[in-house]
């Protein structure tokens, strides 16, 4: 299929319609809202590409490059995502997986799942965390019983799962445990990421650095520490994940965590704005005012202009946002060479070389080799994050830039 068959100014229902394999790119990109049910149905009919990319500060032209590049691919089978179930009490797993690892990990367990021979039936969903934060999450919130859940669950970022009540109510009784047993790599040592009570397995961590546009930078230092973004030096110049309402709890859990309240107030003076990470990239690449950008390095790596940019992997370590595994023990021998394969060395690689540190000491990587900086297992336990995240919106969204 040639690229010049997508172009700007077709509507976007007709992208999907024509080609059903380019939703998975919107998604991937944040825009899976856009190719939902209901935005096919309100929105997408009368949107143009061009102008759905631009408001969100997307270059249209590298984003209809993707979808070119993405559908001259060989087809290959991706796994299902939830509104193909008929409900998440029939899911053996669901994976709610971070932007720029969804498709990586859909395809290679799509693969695994066409060649391995189980006793029963497998349903299994994969989903964009993004698209799930407020929703899904929500949901969990209301369940009481773990037959509601699936057997399997691998969630994105420091969410619901890790809250004081999900922990009493479906952990501590043993409904769920991690799963797996090897040789942690030096890097997830030094930072402490291992569950000590293998109660959660981390089988990676979407890692959280900060990109500098050097253009925009000025007689300014670079920053080389979490510490140094809090400098007033840096006021109106920062962007994070973030927008209506929201901003990402990733980077502000362990900015409250070292610095408390005074380091929010300091961390929210500086910033400009919130972004979903692609349009971060998108501003780069446009030179678009902003001299500091905190992203994950997976999206770092897509900015085009690289000559313009410095990304900065911090000193003291990138803010690790776990990819983390769940089981129920009832099902772990059943299930074992599901969760073996997604625990193991294969799985692994294809994680860190999407540039994603994986915890197994044998895989050789880029990113295997830098720092990290986690929360902390005695922290996470203290602390109900549920209610810590309330305390930090409290303080942070009252001074954060509005967003537009």
Known sequence: MSKTKIHPDMKVADIIRQWPEAREVFQANGLGALVSKDGLRALAPFLSLGTALRSRFMNPEAFTGLLGSAMEQKPVQESPGLESMAGQRDLTLLGLMPCGLKMPFSRAFADFMARVELDGPIQFAVEGNLNQELSYYSYVHTIEDPDELPDIIVSSDFNIFYGH????????????????????????????????????????????????NLDQLGDRPLPRTWADCLDPIWKNSLTIRGGDQFFCHAVLLPIFQQFGPEGLRALAANLARGLHPSQMVARMDKNSDGAVYVMPEFFAQRVRHQERIQIIWPEDGALASPVTLQVKPDRIPDLKPVLDYLTGPGLAATLAHARFPVPHAGIQADVQTRPLRWLGWDYLRKNDLVELNQEIDEIFMPLAPVQG
Do not use: W
């Open 165 to 212: 009540r999900f922990n009493r109510q479906f952990v501590a009784p043993g409904h769920f445990t991690g799963y797996g047993c090897f040789q942690p790599g030096t890097r997830f040592v030094e930072a402490g990421i291992p569950d000590p009570k293998g109660e959660y397995s981390i089988l990676c961590v979407n890692p959280l650095v900060m990109v500098v």
